[in-house]
């Protein structure tokens, strides 16, 4: 099947898709951040450009290359990721695939940090929450995106925490991740569908496949919006 030559069911709509990790610097060159490597969020990004959409993938520092088609908007920080997804909007779909990094050094030095700089003692890390980027675009008043997809990485009782984390976070649907085994970097992946009263679970498959099979989905979900 020629995916590029298909239909185009996306035509007209404009998707944001968040992915990668973050970046969150103590100094100049030392950061905190997470082993994300973005390959599920640039196939899902992909995958909505094959079908005709057009996407803006607001990314955090990967490897890969971004897909075709795709409009990359390259960001370091949480608060950066933030406020690209902003500009973005509106947008007719959220997917919000990115490893946000949960917490940041409460401060970044703009010079190195030297290690004389603490004297005897070792320094200690005083850390701040970063701001929830999937929870501000769902509780927008203004501007909500039409469908907002969150992702959900656990090790146990998937479904259940999936769930709570759909009910906080004021999305439509969570992608639960099933991590307990070796999907963290690898090509694979084993999800469920989580949506206000169903689930469905998805045999385990490349990450190309899911991202195929929940572009599919999201067309069947909002039709032909430019029509
Ligand atoms: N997310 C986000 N901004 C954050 C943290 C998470 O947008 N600051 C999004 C992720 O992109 C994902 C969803 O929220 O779509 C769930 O992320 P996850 O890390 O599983 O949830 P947390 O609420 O951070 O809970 P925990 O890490 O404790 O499981
Ligand atoms: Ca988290």
């Known amino acids: 099947l020629d995916r590029h030559s298909g239909p185009k069911p996306l035509t007209g709509a404009h998707v944001l898709v968040t992915a990668g990790p973050t970046r969150e610097p103590l100094d100049p060159v030392r950061f905190l951040s997470n082993h994300s490597s973005g390959k599920q969020g640039y196939a899902i990004a992909g995958a ?17 290359a971004p897909p075709r088609g795709v409009d990359m908007v390259p960001v370091e920080t949480a608060r950066d990721m933030l406020k690209a997804c902003e500009t973005a909007l509106p947008a007719d ?6 490893a946000v990094a949960d917490w940041r050094p409460a401060i970044s ?11 005897e003692t070792l320094p200690s890390l005083t850390l701040s929450e970063n701001p929830d980027i999937l929870a501000t675009l769902s509780k927008k008043r203004k501007n909500r995106p039409g469908l907002v997809i969150g992702f959900a990485a656990e090790t146990h009782d998937v479904e259940e925490l999936a769930r709570a ?3 906080r976070k004021g999305c439509d649907w969570i992608v639960a991740n099933d991590v307990s085994g070796d999907v963290m970097g690898g090509s694979e992946n084993e999800i469920a569908l989580v949506t206000k009263d169903e689930i469905e679970r998805w045999p385990r498959m490349d990450k190309l496949a899911v991202a195929r099979q929940l572009a599919d989905r999201i067309a069947q979900t909002i039709g032909h919006p430019g029509k």
Not at 93 to 98: H, L, N, Q, R
């Open 109 to 119: 030095s703009s010079k190195k940090l030297k290690l004389k700089d603490a004297g």
């Open 165 to 167: 984390k759909m009910k």
């Open 48 to 64: 909505l450009a094959d079908l005709g959409a057009r996407v803006t993938l607001v990314s955090g520092p990967v490897s890969i």
């Open 93 to 98: 779909v959220f997917i919000s695939v990115a």
